[in-house]
């Protein structure tokens, strides 16, 4: 009996057809800087594009989208999670003031199925656009005898430039200055353990449309994670050097992600008399019985982007943002706390009713 790597389960031409399948996305994300098409065994990228900086500081980030997945295959919903991909690379690179300029992407499935593949890259590519970020490449993996057939994950790194005099970061965080929120558009692409332990402890359905949804919950639990990246960046060249730090809140929640650029001697303090908590997570937290110090260290509890500006441009960084149909509110202070080693975040008073 003959071994052929279409016997181990590995199908070379259903992964050609992936890959032509999915060009006409792929040129949807595209900068001028791009050099050469999809097919290469590299991207490239044309840097002098920096000549534009007197330091250039290239900034890198990595990540995934977890077990969000799982909910995307159950829906047979494959088009919006590369969106959440994009989502949680890019914006962590903004966070230092860098500018997101090329990404590539990495797809690993238990079987290719090529419509499949080009619905998961068409979501990456609607992601790049929205963020301005070029995508220059990725790779699908099949990996039979590894994952089920139709089992997949997806992972994703990008790489952006900064201006060294203006890095953003908590050396510029001073008290006094404003927390400016910019909302969540759902539970985007953290703490879905949570949500799928849920989901089975309390047998949900996934088709099902709770009296407090608009949608099943299966579509309102994919929804994809807002992309800030282009806004935050309007900031950075609107507000200038009003503009401190930024904070994307993802896993770990506000307080944890916030403390993270909060320096030495202050500490961040936000009033949740100024949001509401959303639905789905309400609902969640309800059904699941999760204490509300779970649910704060897991889900973004409504916040998924936060910027830390001076008080005299707090008033004007929320035009800007409502301007480009951001709707963002003053969230919080920063405060001074002597003593404190290591900066922190509080939550104070409850989550307003809705």
């Known amino acids: 009996m003959t071994s052929t790597y279409s016997k181990a389960g590995v199908d070379i031409d259903a992964g050609d057809l992936a890959v032509q399948l999915m060009k006409e996305h792929l040129?949807?994300?595209?900068?001028?800087?791009?050099?050469?098409?999809?097919?290469?065994?590299?991207?490239?990228?044309?840097?002098?594009?920096?000549?534009?900086?007197?330091?250039?500081?290239?900034?890198?980030s990595t990540d995934g989208v977890g077990t969000k997945t799982e909910i995307a295959r159950l829906l047979g919903k494959y088009d919006t999670i590369g969106e959440d991909l994009v989502a949680m690379v890019v914006d962590d690179?903004?966070?230092?003031?860098?500018?997101?300029?090329?990404?590539?992407?990495?797809?690993?499935?238990?079987?290719?199925?090529?419509e499949r593949i080009a619905e998961i890259v068409s979501g990456i590519a609607r992601g790049c656009a929205k963020a301005g970020t070029a995508l220059v490449g990725g790779e699908t993996a099949e990996h039979p005898g590894l994952l089920a057939e139709d089992e997949f994950d997806i992972a994703g790194a990008a790489t952006g430039a900064v201006e060294y005099e203006k890095l953003l970061g908590s050396e510029k965080v001073k008290a006094g200055?404003?927390?400016?929120?910019?909302?969540?558009?759902?539970?985007?692409?953290?703490?879905?353990?949570l949500v799928r332990h849920i989901l089975q402890t309390k047998n949900l359905n996934l088709d099902s449309t709770p009296q407090?949804?608009?949608?099943?919950?299966?579509?309102?639990?994919?929804?994809?994670?807002?992309?800030?990246?282009?806004?935050?960046l309007a900031l950075i060249n609107g507000i200038k050097e009003d503009l401190h730090a930024f904070t994307h809140i993802t896993g770990g929640g506000i307080s944890e992600n916030t403390a993270r650029v909060i320096p030495a001697g202050l500490k961040a303090i936000y009033d949740r008399s100024t949001w509401a908590l959303p639905i789905e997570m309400a609902y969640l937290a309800q059904i699941g019985a999760v204490p509300q110090a779970d649910m704060e260290r897991t889900w973004?509890?409504?916040?998924?982007?936060?910027?830390?500006?001076?008080?005299?441009?707090?008033?004007?960084?929320?035009?800007?943002?409502?301007?480009?149909?951001?709707k963002a509110w003053a969230a919080g202070v920063i405060a001074s706390e002597p003593g404190n080693p290591v900066g922190s975040a509080a939550l104070e008073a409850t989550f307003k009713a809705r």
Request: glycine share 10%; aromatic share 8%; hydrophobic share 50%.
């Open 27 to 60: 040129a949807k994300a595209r900068r001028p800087e791009v050099v050469g098409d999809i097919g290469g065994f590299a991207g490239l990228f044309d840097v002098s594009a920096l000549k534009k900086f007197n330091r250039p500081l290239l900034a890198t």
């Open 212 to 232: 407090e949804f608009a949608k099943t919950l299966g579509e309102v639990l994919l929804t994809p994670t807002e992309i800030y990246s282009l806004d935050c």
């Open 300 to 326: 973004n509890c409504g916040i998924g982007m936060a910027a830390i500006v001076a008080p005299e441009a707090a008033d004007l960084t929320i035009r800007s943002l409502a301007a480009r149909g951001m």
């Open 177 to 193: 200055d404003v927390i400016i929120a910019m909302p969540a558009s759902g539970i985007h692409a953290n703490g879905f353990s």
């Open 93 to 114: 690179l903004v966070v230092c003031g860098a500018e997101p300029l090329f990404m590539t992407d990495y797809i690993a499935v238990g079987k290719v199925f090529p």
